[in-house]
């Protein structure tokens, strides 16, 4: 019976080390979504710093038109580093959650080693204790 409890708690550590695993994933696509759309609001900047620059004969209307188009973009950018820094420390909450499932299954398949040789050894005894017994029933005949 507790050969099937260990067995029991090592199956649930495989299986919150796969969760793990799976959320580190999410994690770290979600993590790359953002930056990419990081990457392309500092594009649209550059861009639009590019455009005020061509169009400097008509500085009052396309100047205003581009610094709210810039402003937009840095809204964007400030919100998808806002994004970007929860799932960061989620990715690494997770890594180091699986890095703890890691060592707590280790330490149970060394405890079910234990238990195996443990258990081998008390069947060992177990017949040799049987095999005496019959000994001693036949020596009494």
Sequence with gaps: MA???????????????????????????????????????????????????????????KLAELQKSLEKLKKSLVKDSAAIKPLQQEARDAKLDAEQCGGDLATAKESLEEIDSTLQAQQEKVVALQAEQNRTKVSRL
């Design 3 to 61: 050969q099937n409890v260990r067995l029991l708690t090592t199956y649930q550590v495989i299986n919150a080390v796969e969760e793990m695993r799976a959320n580190i994933l999410g994690c770290k696509t979600a993590i790359a979504e953002a930056k990419g759309r990081q990457e392309t609001a500092a594009h649209d900047v550059k861009t639009i710093e590019k455009d005020m620059d061509e169009f400097s004969n008509n500085k009052d209307s």
